[in-house]
């Protein structure tokens, strides 16, 4: 089993960009030959794992495959080129979504059930807010 982290968001927005955590590089060589499973928690517009499934598929691994827990009902049509995951829980709104392991910058991750995150928890701005408000 591997394990990795990547982000294309800042804030609420994502900026297409996506990184692999410094701390949490993935060992590619040891995917080649085997079936691959990604865990995501949220598949929304599907830049990161678009960017991201091709890196694990150039490895030579035999297959590789999506599950996630959420999918977002984007207002826009399905781009052909679209990342679907096989395996999905549940889709929500086209909102930006907190809890149960998602975070809006660092902060919301440990509510027990999903929330849509409101303007005044984005105001807030997570832990930038925190920091900034210690620091005056």
């Known amino acids: ?18 990184q692999v ?5 993935l060992d590619l060589d040891r995917l080649r030959g085997r079936h691959v499973l990604v865990v995501e928690d949220i598949v929304d517009t599907g ?3 678009s960017r991201f499934i091709p ?9 590789c495959e999506i599950c996630t827990l959420l999918t977002k009902r984007l207002a ?3 781009d052909k080129s679209s990342i679907i995951p096989k395996y999905a829980g ?4 086209d909102e930006f979504v907190v ?6 910058n660092e902060m919301y991750r440990d509510l027990e059930d999903i929330w849509i995150v409101s303007k005044m928890g984005i105001d807030f701005g997570g832990m930038d807010g ?3 408000e210690i620091n005056s």
Request: glycine share 10%.
């Open 1 to 18: 089993m591997e394990f990795t982290r990547i982000s294309s968001y800042v804030g609420t927005q994502s900026t297409g960009d996506v």
């Open 130 to 132: 925190i920091k900034e």
């Open 99 to 104: 809890g149960f392991g998602l975070d809006y």
């Open 90 to 93: 549940f889709s929500v709104p």
């Open 47 to 49: 830049k990161s794992m």
């Open 21 to 25: 955590m410094a701390n949490q590089v």
């Open 76 to 78: 826009s049509s399905v």
């Open 55 to 63: 890196m694990v598929q150039d490895c030579g691994t035999k297959s």
